[in-house]
């Protein structure tokens, strides 16, 4: 029995540790809601993104972000930034969080899995650059034109099934819904 004790002691830090941080969370939801309103005012939801990313990185050097959901919701709050930096610390975080839990089952993504935002913060990185995205996530309306396209594509980067391997649709099928989405548009 005095074996046991110190393992009785460590239960409730095991349980603390495996609850996700409900803040992190609030904060993911209201970043995904702003981006599904009907007519969105970017200089608003830029400034609300700004406020998020602020917190997430304090959170982060609080060290209260712990679980695979977490280090999830706080990669999608960073890819929403507007600096490689930014980008840089959600393409680690997704990576984090697909690490923990590679199939995201111990929580609800708030949009796709971890491997598919860790995919999607390397595209944004990458298009942050003005270089080419290796999986296709970027769909971009460029400034002056009508259309949506797939934002430039290294088609030599990674392969379909690399693609697949991430959550991500392969280049035939990005490209048909991207056609749908013109259509829908029109």
């Known amino acids: 029995m005095r074996n046991l004790l110190p393992l009785f002691l460590l239960l409730p830090s095991l349980s603390w540790a495996a609850d996700s941080n409900l803040e992190l969370r609030a904060m993911t939801q209201a970043d995904q809601a702003g981006r599904k309103a009907g007519n969105i005012n970017w200089d608003v939801l830029g ?3 700004t406020q998020r990313r602020v917190r997430v990185r304090a959170m982060l050097a609080a060290g209260s972000v712990k679980t695979a959901e977490d280090f999830y919701n706080a990669a999608l709050i960073m890819q929403h930034g507007s600096e490689v930096q930014d980008y840089k610390l959600a393409f680690s975080l997704a ?21 598919w935002l860790m995919a999607a913060a390397w595209d944004r990185h990458m298009m942050n650059l003005g270089k080419p995205q290796w999986y296709g996530t970027q769909i971009t309306k460029p400034h002056g034109k009508a259309l949506w396209e797939v934002y430039q594509l290294d088609e030599s980067a990674v392969s379909d099934a690399e693609r697949q ?3 991500v ?4 099928e990005m490209q048909k819904k991207v056609a749908e989405m013109n259509k829908s548009a029109k």
């Open 169 to 172: 649709m392969p280049r035939e």
């Open 165 to 167: 391997a991430h959550g």
């Open 95 to 115: 990576n984090i969080s697909a690490e923990i839990d590679p199939e995201s089952k111990s929580f609800t993504p708030a949009y796709k899995s971890g491997k």
């Open 47 to 49: 400034a609300e993104d």
